[in-house]
């Protein structure tokens, strides 16, 4: 299976510096499942406060890894700000599992 993730923005912000990059694929595995969680009880719940919230915290470390539902997360953050009645829950899909998968995979690989 290929990888979901892409660690070159890290590694060039870090100068390819091994401990770095640990640091910050420990981070990813520590946090995400847990803002993963927070963020589908926002969704679940209608609370437009929380999935922006954690749509926006989570934005940075998406876009640092490289991962394709960098899209996704921008939609569930700008629809936390707004009064769209728009479907969120395929956005919001396809953030888990990718996050998910990545997760997975960074655990394999470090």
């Known amino acids: 299976m290929?990888?979901?993730?892409?660690?070159?923005?890290?590694?060039e912000l870090s100068e390819n510096d091994p401990d770095f990059i640990k640091a910050m694929v420990?981070?990813?595995i520590e946090e995400?499942?847990?803002?993963?969680?927070?963020?589908?009880?926002?969704v679940v719940e209608d609370d437009r406060a929380a999935v922006h919230?954690?749509?926006?915290?989570?934005?940075?470390?998406?876009d640092m890894f490289?991962?394709?539902?960098?899209?996704?997360?921008?939609?569930l953050e700008a629809w936390g700000k707004s009064d769209d009645q728009m479907d969120i829950n395929e956005h919001f899909m396809r953030v888990q599992e990718e996050l998910q998968k990545t997760v997975t995979q960074l655990r394999e690989d470090f």
């Open 2 to 11: 290929s990888k979901l993730y892409d660690l070159s923005k890290i590694k």
């Open 32 to 42: 995400i499942p847990e803002d993963l969680e927070q963020l589908a009880m926002g």
């Open 66 to 75: 490289g991962l394709s539902c960098l899209y996704d997360v921008l939609v």
């Open 26 to 28: 420990d981070t990813f």
């Open 53 to 62: 919230e954690y749509a926006h915290k989570m934005k940075p470390t998406v």
